[in-house]
């Protein structure tokens, strides 16, 4: 009787700010059924990402809130353990949309088999999957830097910050990080190999960051919001690229700072420095991109020419506090959670 | 004697927020010299434009600001009583930079001739002039419009935010002019030919946009921001795109409603909505551009498929009344001085 069950994580309320341990629910369930010409997925890791904080809220964005009792949504590696789909056999191991869950049963939409000979099958969430993704897009197709630039990111030794600083390196830019704590600033800069890499939590912030930046910012990749934008807003150049991807620090809601957070200046330096803002998430570019992302930043991983860092956290009952310190911060690196007891004998940890 | 000298209009202090007719000085002065190689000028007709709000400053914008006892700058129309450069001659009306003055003189860069005969003079600081390219850089440049898709304006009744609407007209899209009072609506509407015109003052004006566009705004032509882009903020459709050439609602500074004006859900529909935000000024585009422009906009004159409208004010000593009423949205038109008694005899006024 122990097959016929499973666990997952749903959303049990709905949180005002920032979401505490109350707002999850762990609780067993019936084993899915297999969904004809579809699979069924015995989950290795999950992914945790600061877009699923708008997902547990009741407000229209770029996707359908969660429903009070649904389980949480997300992306996870996983094994095959039966197939419908002529595609995937079992023992493949896939990325697909899990959610928080031990078990899933999906068609075979949106599903990726993934070769574990050619990479650590975890960086198809990090690094060579939609977080890096979303950095490859946002730099190359709207940030466009140009040799001698300067590109700025924040969350820099996170794996969307990390790749983009790494990219932008490549190209020939001169690469500023912005990271919380002394730690993960000697990381971007000494492992990741940025030009410099500046502390937004330190007094003097803006001033670190001004001086960092010697001839401005002509790329701001921007993935925060609040404090940093703020600092970074009066250092944006003529015609520079705001690539917008992410604003972890307004998706719990107005913070202390939030009476600086003023429209104003923002539409002001716009208009005055005829700067380009332009939000986007990946699915905007997958189909006509994704293929060539993968060749590029493959190559570039195997060669050594970027690398990623990974942040394990062990058993999904552990979810919720995982995604609670990645709000904050606290994570160093890609988030995941290890689902299934045995999955370290299939991956090689930490490719950093 | 009278000859030698003219009338000047300085900053005679910076305003905070509001000008106030105490911050501008109407003075004698001896009349300029001609520079080697450069032109005398009578102004004719003087421009009055939103940007000159900001040159009042003591701020960095894209341009510098004027200095304390300095003329106020700006475009006008200008007969050349003299000349000293092989492509001007005595009796050439031109657009110059004259600043706020009765006379000016300057070198041949930046001039440009009229020909009387093939518009009004006076169209050259408007539908044929910087407002009119601000439009249609802004709109075919950024804004890209397709047949079929919604695009809205605000200060539709003005020189920028008219062609803005026309032009989209032509494209094939549904219009939406913004504008404040019953008249300019109904100017917007039923002369302009506009699909649509909101009045800005009326109390229920974001449920009457919202009704106007009622498969959203694919672009948003923003030259006011305040409560309009308020207003317009929540109807942006996926993928819509924002030129940013003006502000007019936040060049006097923090308004009643500032507290309403928060960054936050501002970057949050960029982001979730993929929009794309960009500033710019007609300078930008010029080089590449304008001749494009004059043949497009100014055939489309000729065939009466756009019209424009004036709101002309007579002597140089009365435009600071003039500029302040614009900053106010008292204006019905492009505003312009008539700076010289006998400049009527030289154009046609109105052309709608």
Chains 1, 2 share one sequence.
Not at 224 to 248: D, K, S, T, Y
Request: charged letters at 20%.
């Amino acid at each position: 009787m122990s097959e016929a069950t499973m666990h997952q994580i749903v959303l049990a309320a709905r949180p005002h700010g920032r979401p505490s341990i109350n707002d999850f629910r762990f609780e067993k369930t019936a084993m899915p059924v297999m969904l004809p010409g579809g699979v069924l997925l015995r989950v290795l890791y999950l992914s945790l990402d600061p877009y699923m904080r708008g997902r547990m809220d009741d407000m229209k964005s770029y996707a359908k809130p969660v429903s009070l009792g649904e389980a949480m949504p997300g992306r996870g590696i996983a094994e095959v353990i039966a197939s419908g789909h002529p595609a995937y056999a079992v023992g493949d191991t896939v990325v697909a949309q899990t959610g928080w869950r031990t078990h899933a049963a999906v068609t075979g939409e949106g599903l990726r088999k993934l070769d574990p000979a050619l990479a650590p099958i975890t960086t198809a969430l990090g690094v060579l999957g939609m977080p890096g993704f979303t950095a490859y897009a946002g730099l190359t197709l709207i940030g466009k830097p140009r040799c001698g630039e300067t590109v700025a990111v924040a969350a820099a030794s996170g794996p969307v910050g990390s790749l983009v600083g790494q990219l932008a390196k490549i190209t020939g830019c001169r690469t500023v990080g912005i990271a919380g704590g002394a730690d993960k600033c000697r990381y971007v800069r000494d492992e990741l190999g940025f030009d410099a890499a500046i502390d937004h939590r330190e007094h003097c912030f803006p001033e670190q960051l001004k001086r960092a930046c010697p001839d401005g910012i002509d790329v701001y990749f921007e993935n925060v919001g609040g404090a940093v934008w703020q600092a970074v807003l009066p250092l944006l150049n003529q015609f520079a690229r705001v690539p917008v991807c992410g604003l972890i620090a307004q998706y719990n809601g107005p913070g202390d700072s939030e009476e600086a957070h003023r429209l104003a200046p923002t539409m002001r330096e716009v208009l005055t420095k005829s700067l380009t803002m332009r939000g986007f998430i990946s699915a905007d570019f997958v189909e006509e991109h994704y293929p060539q992302f993968l060749r590029v930043v493959s190559a570039a991983v195997a060669k050594g020419r970027v690398r990623s860092r990974e942040d394990i956290t062990d058993g999904l009952e552990n979810a919720p506090q995982a995604f609670m310190g990645m709000l904050e911060g606290r994570n160093f690196g890609k988030v995941l959670v290890r689902v299934a007891s045995d999955a370290g004998t299939l991956s090689t940890r930490n490719g950093a």
